[in-house]
């Protein structure tokens, strides 16, 4: 079977939103909820192994704090599993991201 990897950018109710990233914490729910009835929840580590549903993988980019705070408490209490990795340093300067990788010019 196979695997479909989401990638959530940010889940927030009443947030300055230009580019239209943002699931509310209704809609996010309302996500898992759907998901879980048509595949199997997955961490990244894991879609190697076999499965006999379809899997998926909810992921969330650019490390957003409300992420942590509100995303992973529902998906939680849904029992889905849901990597998260946070940024590790803010720059107002342009990232250089050559070489070995990023790092704040």
Known sequence: MGTVILCYHRVAQSVDDPFGLCVGFDNFSAHVDELSCVAEASM????????RKHRVVVTFDDGHADNLWNALPIA???GAP???SSSVARSTTPMDCGGTGWRPS
């Open 44 to 51: 990244l580590d894991a879609i190697c192994e076999p499965s």
């Open 76 to 78: 939680r209490a849904k």
């Open 82 to 84: 849901s990597p998260y």
